[in-house]
């Protein structure tokens, strides 16, 4: 039953979240330990933004698309801990129960130059989101605009490359930021490697290590990211997704 309870749950957020171009049991996570909205959130290649789900619908329109097309927030749906009880292996119809929050997952197009600016409709009505307290005044209509500030552009690196007998971890961040790389080389200990930013926003660490095939996650900020640059996504064997490498 419980593993039922799960599948569904993880199921029902997934296939709201499908359309983002990385895992997405990252997203799960995130979205399921908030406990109220909060300012648009910046995940990997995508900004995660919320609103009250106390509306009746909450819209977004960014600037580099003209304002021309509107994307729905979706609300956020999780369990109810007051759900009726299961009757012949069948869940209650109050399973699940709203969150309070609706949301969205944009992914950052590669080729978006500057700040991500947008505007919510909540309602009906286009204002700036109330969560975010950066924005900007539009000179020529005087239109206020959300601003989300977008990290420096990740330029694509050969995953893992370095001398004969180690794994080079490399990671694109805010400049004078600690970032730190776990695997399954030490026991998925976040606090024992900590890359060295070699230019600004721009990290790596090489480890030597013998032969074999390894997962790893970066840790950044307090969360746990894969790595954008790295393909080969597995999952762990609590279930976490992670990042494969081979030393030969």
């Known amino acids: 039953m419980k593993k039922f309870f799960m599948v569904t749950l993880l199921t ?19 979205l399921l330990s908030l406990r109220e909205p909060e300012k648009p959130r910046i995940l990997e290649d995508t900004v995660v933004f919320t609103a009250s789900s106390s509306y009746r619908r909450v819209g977004i329109a960014f600037a580099h698309e003209g304002f021309g097309k509107v994307y729905q927030f979706r609300r956020l749906m999780v369990p109810n801990e007051k759900a009726g009880p299961w009757v012949k292996g069948k869940p209650p119809a109050d399973l699940y129960r709203d969150s309070g929050i ?37 000179p020529s209509s005087g239109i206020i605009r959300s601003v989300v500030a977008i990290p420096p552009i990740r330029r694509p690196d050969t995953p893992n490359r370095g001398p004969p007998g180690t794994l080079t971890f490399t990671y694109y961040a805010e400049s004078g930021r600690t970032v730190t790389v776990a695997g399954s080389f030490n026991r998925w200990d976040p606090f024992m490697y900590e890359l060295r930013e070699v230019s600004p ?14 997962q790893y996650a970066f840790f950044y900020r307090g969360e746990r ?13 609590e279930g976490k997704a992670a990042n494969e490498a081979t030393v030969e």
């Open 102 to 138: 609706f949301f969205y997952i944009f992914t950052i197009p590669e080729d978006l130059r500057g700040d991500l600016e947008y505007r919510l409709i909540i309602d009906g009505l286009w204002v700036r989101d109330p969560l975010n307290p950066d924005y900007r005044t539009d």
């Open 225 to 237: 990211h894969l790595d954008p640059n790295n393909p080969r996504r597995v999952y762990t064997r």
């Open 201 to 214: 926003g721009r990290y790596t660490l090489s480890l030597p290590l013998p032969p074999g095939t390894y």
């Open 12 to 30: 029902a957020i997934i296939g709201s979240i499908w359309a983002a171009d990385t895992d997405s049991s990252q997203f799960i996570d995130h």
